[in-house]
Each structure stands twice: as structure tokens, then as C-alpha cells.
């Protein structure tokens, strides 16, 4: 079974901490994404990601940078976390093309106090 | 530029009964449509899509949707509600050219089955 893997559930953080979330696919898909999902607000892009060390700005990119270092990894980092940054973040892998729609991850709820 | 609107953020239904929920997309391509489900604490899980051919498209779940391009609507329904069919649905449209797609979600709508 395919699957894209959070590296933690839950996760509370202090304010002004340097925060790694990670995620890892299994099915050598080329394309990577980030998310953060807040009540009536949906899905946001944060960053995404079409190839090893490339990576492209979504709509909300401020106070997160992006690392991809090999094909199945993505890593969101929180370079000096604030509260509100206190969200469920998303990752999710697909195939090249439009048509093939995301695997998901069980998601990451991160609080930061 | 690509948008989706789901429209009622709370719908529902009593077991048994048909449910309906709202989709409208905004495209200025041909569109890849996509619903998704997410139960409590989890990550989000692909329903259907439509890609190109048939226009009505089945689903997991005896969940369906048609694709209306004349009325920019991509509508879920089930025929009959079940306790298990609770969750948040979110639908997508696929935004980008050929190579760096990316797509775009609605807000959510949280269906809540009453016994």
C-alpha cells in the first residue's frame, strides 16, 4: 500500500523555536507538497515541490522555508515559530500531470505556545 | 486563475436520506476535478475524480459526481446517507500547465448524518 508518512501526529512547540516537520513518500512520485488546514479556511499551499532540491512558493509562504534533498523526502521547516503558525499541516505527493490527484499524509497538528 | 467554491460549510441528512453537496469551480482551462474526504485527525483521501470522458464519475463509497461544464459544477451525491459517511469533504480543481500542477481546494463542507 502507498503511503506518504508525517513524522509526527502531534507536536507543541515554544514561540520563537526552529521547527522540522517531516515527510516521506513511497511511491517515487515526483511531486511534493506542503499545507496548512485551518477551520473555514481550508487547504493553503504553503510550498510545493516538482524535483530533487527544486522547490516553488504556494500562497502562503511567510515564516516557512522548504528542503528537498532526495526524491522521497520534503521537509517544512518553521524557521522561528509564532502561535500563529498553531495549525494541522498537510503533506502531499502526486505524479507529474494534473489528473493523478494527491496521496495524503495523516497530517501533523502543531501548537505552539 | 483556477477557484473553487463549496457552498454550506455544515450540511445534514438523516441516515438514509440522499446527499447532495455543492461544488462550483472556476477554470480558464479544462479542469481536473477531485473530491476528497477527511474523517477526524486524519489526512485527506481521494473520493473521485474527473479527468476527461464520462461525465458522471463513481466514487468510493457509492459517492458519484457529474461534471456539468455548462453550470461550472462538480456536485457529490449518495443516494442513501450512512452514521459512517460523516467526515469533512473538500473539493479541488487541478491550477498549472503541464508539468507543475498544483490544485486548489474549497473551503470544506463538514456532513453531519443524524440517526
Known amino acids: 500500500d502507498v503511503k506518504v508518512t508525517q513524522s509526527s501526529r502531534y507536536l507543541v512547540k515554544r514561540t520563537g523555536e526552529k521547527v522540522f516537520l517531516e515527510c516521506v513518500q513511497d511511491m517515487d512520485h515526483e511531486n511534493m507538497f506542503w499545507y496548512r488546514q485551518d477551520p473555514g479556511l481550508g487547504l493553503r499551499l504553503i510550498y510545493f515541490?516538482?524535483?530533487?532540491?527544486?522547490?516553488e512558493k504556494g500562497d502562503i509562504p511567510e515564516g516557512y522555508s522548504v528542503s528537498r534533498e532526495k526524491k522521497e523526502r520534503f521537509s517544512l521547516i518553521l524557521e522561528s515559530a509564532s502561535t500563529n503558525q498553531t495549525s494541522m499541516y498537510l503533506c502531499a505527493s502526486s505524479l507529474g500531470g494534473g489528473g493523478y490527484g494527491y496521496t495524503f499524509g495523516s497530517g501533523t497538528r502543531l501548537t505552539v505556545v | 486563475a483556477q477557484s473553487v467554491t463549496q457552498l454550506g460549510s455544515h450540511v445534514s441528512v438523516s441516515e438514509g436520506a440522499l446527499v447532495l453537496l455543492r461544488c462550483n469551480y472556476s477554470?480558464?482551462?479544462?479542469?481536473?476535478l477531485f473530491w476528497y474526504v477527511q474523517y477526524p485527525n486524519q489526512g485527506l483521501q481521494l473520493l473521485l475524480k474527473y479527468t476527461t470522458g464520462a461525465t458522471l464519475v463513481k466514487g468510493i463509497n457509492g459517492f458519484e459526481a457529474e461534471f456539468k461544464k455548462s453550470e461550472t459544477s462538480f456536485h457529490l451525491t449518495k443516494p442513501s446517507a450512512h452514521m459512517s459517511d460523516a467526515a469533512e469533504y473538500f473539493c479541488?480543481?487541478?491550477?498549472?500547465?503541464?508539468?507543475?500542477?498544483?490544485?486548489?481546494f474549497g473551503t470544506g463542507t463538514r456532513l453531519k448524518v443524524l440517526a
Open positions: 479541488a480543481v487541478s491550477a498549472g500547465t503541464s508539468g507543475t500542477y498544483k490544485y486548489i
Open positions: 477554470s480558464s482551462v479544462p479542469p481536473y
Open positions: 515541490s516538482y524535483d530533487v532540491k527544486m522547490k
